[in-house]
């Protein structure tokens, strides 16, 4: 069983920073990513990255996210700056076992408004 503790969501000001983190726990994982979804839109990917360090970003966040991983913890962080109103959603810590389908964490909400 798969179980994420996932932290860092809020209220930030445009411009600002917000960093999300994610432990996950349960298995070794191939891959950790970030999704998100905001009111009335489908969940798109935000960044993932692998066990070996390959990351893939979306281009609306590239340059201003980065993501990173500690795999002795189990963990993916989410470093988010210039935050503009548009990053507003629900965004949802992912993690895939190495022989496992993808695991979603439960969501932590990013509010971006002055």
């Known amino acids: 069983q798969v179980h994420f503790v996932e932290s860092g969501g809020g209220l930030v000001q445009p411009g600002g920073s917000l960093t999300l983190s994610c432990a996950a726990s349960?298995?070794?994982?191939?891959?950790y990513g970030w999704y998100r979804q905001a009111p009335g839109k489908q969940r798109e990917l935000v960044a993932s990255i692998t066990f070996g360090g390959e990351i893939r970003y979306a281009d609306n966040v590239k340059g201003r996210f980065t993501i990173s991983a500690d795999n002795a913890k189990s963990s993916v962080y989410l470093q988010m700056s210039n935050l503009r109103s548009d990053d507003t959603a629900t965004y949802y810590c992912?993690?895939?076992?190495?022989?496992?389908?993808?695991?979603w964490g439960q969501g932590t909400q990013v509010t971006v408004s002055s």
């Open positions: 349960g298995s070794v994982f191939r891959l």
């Open positions: 992912t993690a895939a076992p190495i022989n496992g389908d993808l695991y």
